[in-house]
């Protein structure tokens, strides 16, 4: 049992970040549950790279990836059947690929592969939002949401694990971007007020994150906990922002 736990359960705990974030950002846009089987398909793609990446495991992880494959076909085959329309595969593709540059063993896994698995993740949610029965344009401005909070968190959470001030700095600036962004599409008549205040509200955070005055744990546990409990806040801010939007 440990040795299958080893196999499947992946080690890097911002994995279940970027799939908590599909689900309660793409979940709740859809008028069904439709897209439910396409975040099953995700975990098992999360557990296939684990599997894949225990190299000591011999030929053995080769069959639990196979098995991991055929039950994400699966998963998929039963949206095939419960979604409203196709449109959704465009997504999933598009997250795949995103996702497959993930896969490659990168040296000292740069700041921006974990970048990339958001974008991944952002796609992720739009294919749930659309096989769900969510438009197109309330999926793009989600799914964007969504991987723009993650690509920021990235630098953040290295920013609280390492004494590197580049990290704050770059982690600063994302937030900004991200803050920007929501605003003028705000401006643009978009999206409600909702989602520029989370990025305002989110900025504030990571700079009292960073201050060094401030009294917070910087233990990996404890960071991993702060950030799940965010992206309800994050997820929120977005669906208040879609539901009074143009879109």
Same mark, same amino acid.
Not at 21 to 33: D, F, R, T, Y
Not at 171 to 184: R, V
């Given at each position: 049992?440990?040795?299958?736990?080893?196999?499947?359960?992946?080690?890097?705990?911002?994995?279940?970040?970027?799939?908590?974030?599909?689900? !309660?950002?793409?979940?709740?846009?859809?008028?069904?549950? #439709?897209?439910?089987?396409? !975040?099953?398909?995700?975990?098992?793609?999360?557990?296939?790279?684990? #599997?894949?990446?225990?190299?000591?495991?011999?030929?053995? &992880?080769?069959?639990?990836?196979?098995?991991?494959?055929?039950?994400?076909?699966?998963?998929?085959?039963? %949206?095939?059947?419960?979604?409203?329309? %196709?449109?959704?595969?465009?997504?999933?593709?598009?997250?795949?690929?995103?996702?497959?540059?993930?896969?490659?063993?990168?040296?000292?896994?740069?700041?921006?592969?974990?970048?990339?698995?958001?974008?991944?993740?952002?796609?992720?949610?739009?294919?749930?939002?659309?096989?769900?029965?969510?438009?197109?344009? %309330?999926?793009?401005?989600?799914?964007?949401?969504?991987?723009?909070?993650? %690509?920021?968190?990235?630098?953040?959470?290295?920013?609280?694990?390492?004494?590197? &001030?580049?990290?704050? &700095?770059?982690?600063?600036?994302?937030?900004?971007?991200?803050?920007?962004? #929501?605003?003028?599409?705000?401006?643009?008549? !978009?999206?409600?007020?909702?989602?520029?205040?989370?990025?305002?509200?989110?900025?504030? &955070?990571?700079?009292?994150?960073?201050?060094?005055?401030?009294?917070?744990?910087?233990?990996?546990?404890?960071?991993?906990?702060?950030?799940?409990?965010?992206?309800?806040?994050?997820? #929120?801010?977005?669906?208040?922002?879609?539901?009074?939007?143009?879109?």
């Amino acid at each position: 049992m440990a040795r299958l736990r080893e196999l499947i359960v992946p080690r890097e705990h911002g994995v279940w970040g970027l799939l908590a974030g599909a689900a !309660l950002v793409g979940l709740p846009l859809g008028g069904s549950l #439709a897209g439910l089987p396409l !975040l099953g398909a995700g975990v098992c793609a999360a557990m296939l790279r684990q #599997a894949m990446s225990v190299r000591s495991a011999g030929p053995g &992880r080769y069959l639990v990836a196979a098995l991991l494959a055929l039950l994400a076909a699966g998963l998929v085959a039963i %949206t095939v059947v419960l979604a409203v329309s %196709t449109a959704w595969a465009w997504w999933l593709a598009a997250a795949i690929l995103v996702g497959l540059i993930c896969m490659h063993p990168f040296a000292g896994r740069p700041w921006w592969v974990s970048a990339i698995a958001g974008l991944s993740a952002g796609m992720l949610a739009g294919a749930i939002a659309v096989a769900g029965g969510a438009d197109t344009a %309330t999926a793009v401005i989600a799914a964007a949401a969504l991987a723009a909070h993650l %690509t920021a968190v990235v630098p953040l959470v290295r920013a609280q694990l390492r004494s590197d &001030r580049r990290w704050s &700095r770059l982690a600063l600036d994302l937030h900004l971007m991200a803050l920007l962004c #929501a605003a003028a599409s705000w401006w643009a008549g !978009l999206v409600a007020s909702g989602i520029p205040l989370v990025f305002g509200l989110g900025l504030a &955070r990571a700079a009292m994150l960073l201050d060094k005055r401030t009294p917070m744990s910087s233990s990996p546990a404890r960071i991993g906990t702060r950030e799940m409990a965010w992206l309800l806040v994050l997820a #929120a801010g977005v669906h208040l922002g879609l539901r009074g939007s143009a879109c």
